[in-house]
């Protein structure tokens, strides 16, 4: 079936038996704050229109999403047939055909990788928590080590995608924010710009890359950081939880074919 108008479709020379999405608020059956396509099943929605927007997604990509139970650590988990939903981890990965790694935000990064080679496909979800994780090591590492010990991905030759998330001009976060990523990059201090006391806008998208990069990973897409991308500045097409604070999530998603 047609994806509905408005859903993201990355642009980026993955190879040709992957697919990818991320969808918006556009082509469900929620009401109220979670117009129209909420999948989180955790966010006070009626369980049967959650149902149905993931029915309807799944019949939309042709594949199976495995929602996870995300909270904001830097664990990844290998996804198959049997995995059911509700599996605890904020990364995932996996080499079965059919199977969607999917994440869901509502102001933090979706990030999906696809393997150069055709095999393998992983996600992750990268609030600034996820992303810092301990001691350097957060859920982006957490993918990028089981992409590479586990399906033998090449990290200098893997594709990512950075889909929507808070923007740097609206993402306000305190001292610890900043400090947590300081400490084990003094150059992600560059991501981090001065708004008030104590206060700064951090760059969600830039600190990603950072992470990325410092594995080896460029070949990078998506979200430049610009208006366009930012889940609070587009309130008629993405939920943001910053933003409203009742709110629906939208999900990235990739899969082989």
Not at 2 to 13: E, K, N, Q, S, T
Not at 49 to 73: D, E, K, S
């Amino acid at each position: 079936m047609p994806f509905p108008a408005g859903w993201l479709l990355p642009d980026w020379p993955a190879p040709s038996n992957m697919r990818a999405v991320c969808t918006t608020r556009a082509g469900g059956v929620s009401h109220g704050p979670y117009e129209s396509l909420n999948f989180g099943d955790h966010v006070g929605d009626v369980p049967d229109a959650v149902a149905r927007n993931r029915a309807t997604f799944a019949a939309a990509i042709g594949a199976r999403p495995v929602f996870l139970q995300q909270v904001h650590g830097p664990h990844a988990t290998k996804l198959d047939a049997n995995t059911p939903n509700g599996t605890e981890a904020d990364g995932c990965f996996t080499l079965d055909r059919s199977i969607a790694c999917t994440i869901m935000v509502a102001d933090c990064l979706p990030v999906l990788f696809a393997a150069a080679d055709g095999k393998a496909v992983a996600a992750a979800h990268a609030g600034w928590r996820g992303l810092a994780g301990e001691g350097g090591r957060g859920v982006i590492e957490s993918v990028c080590d089981s992409l590479r010990k586990r399906t033998g991905a090449q990290l200098q030759e893997t594709l990512v995608w950075l889909g929507p998330c808070i923007g740097p001009d609206v993402f306000e976060v305190g001292d610890e924010v900043k400090a947590a990523f300081a400490a084990h990059d003094a150059g992600a201090a560059s991501m981090f710009r001065p708004h008030a006391a104590n206060k700064w806008l951090a760059d969600l998208q830039g600190l990603a890359r950072r992470r990325l990069q410092a594995l080896g990973v460029t070949r990078i897409y998506g979200n430049d950081g610009s208006r366009e991308w930012c889940t609070v500045s587009n309130p008629s097409r993405f939920f943001s939880h910053r933003r409203d604070r009742v709110s629906g999530r939208f999900a990235a998603s990739i899969w082989i074919a």
